[in-house]
């Protein structure tokens, strides 16, 4: 977690006593300091649930991480579906998908690319996620283009709900996937460590040690860093939702630009720094699991998750999004699909990123 988001933590309380102080006089205010305390909040989420993964286990671990390392999406989605603003939650899934693969990746890119010239990675890795990236565009591409023919609101919810079930199921099958590969690299690591003799074995080895001298965390002042950070997250959602409208009406920006741009930055700030210092240290294949792993979390976790909740309030949530957002999210796939193909990248290839994403946030600037 950066040391500069320490210092932020102590707007997650600021916010909530503006709201008893001011009320609706401070509402632009109250929306600030809220939404900039969810990027402490999100870090020190997801550093615990991380941390978490020692006591429960890798295949728990990886389900705590993606339930609550994507909490300020989920916990202001819920709030959002409580106060009726459809229209926000489908913005802030879309912005999520579209700003981590196009504004994460591309400054991580760039940054990395700038320092180090060209950078190399997995291009099998990035070939996974490209694939998981346009499943989810298809996922709801296909429902949208459903509408041409299915006129019932009663159906495209129905449709909505069963294509929710399938990418929940789809990324369980994914996260599974991956824990087993986890698995597969350890006990690789092990059978070389036994062959003293062999040129792996010393590095192997050291890997082996580290991962065994590394120190685990107390559980109980985890369980307690987390749960004060879910509440804190919660609270802070709460009071960023009630004054979205009234900011909206003050400033003149439009709730999509809010959705698309503003809730989905700041609820990935920490995942968005972590990205471009690890590209900056030369690892630009973790920058890019990071980046197009949260956007498959969001597009095949987030977003049918909150499908299926919506069902107790009393407007439900369809995955019928608009077509701005679906070509934005179908060109952001294509294009990460293009960059990873030979496995290098250069600062060149973040500046398209980049620049799409730019381009992106000049049209939802001047959406009515």
Known sequence: MPRWLYYLMILAIVAPILELVGGARLELAIFIASAISLMPLAAV??????????????????????????APELIIGIFALQAGLISVVKASIAGSIIGNVLLVLGTSLAVGGWRWGKQYFSNRDAGEY???MILAVASLLIPFAGTFAIARQARIQSISVAVAVVLLVVYALYLSMHVFHLRAHRRGIDSRTEDKDSEEAAPALAIEQDRQQEKAPTLWLTLLLLLIATVGTAWNSELLVGAIKPVTEQIGLSQVFIGLVIIPIIGNAAEHSSAVYIAFKDRVDLSMAIAAGSSIQVATFVAPL???????????????????????????????????????????????????????CIVFFFIP
Do not use: C, H, K
């Not at 020692?54 to 728990?60: C, H, R, S």
């Not at 439900?316 to 957002?325: A, N, R, S």
């Open 306 to 360: 909150l499908v299926l909740i919506s069902l107790f309030f009393a407007t439900p949530l369809d995955l019928i999004f608009q077509p701005i957002e679906l070509v934005i999210m179908g060109m952001a796939a294509i294009l990460f699909a293009l960059i990873s193909l030979d496995g290098e990248s250069s600062w060149l290839s973040g500046v398209q990123l980049f620049a799409l994403y730019l381009i992106a």
């Open 130 to 132: 490209s694939v998981m």
């Open 45 to 70: 989420i997801g550093r615990t649930t991380e941390n978490l993964a020692f006591y429960v286990g890798p295949i728990a671990g990886g389900l705590l991480n993606a339930t609550f390392g994507n």
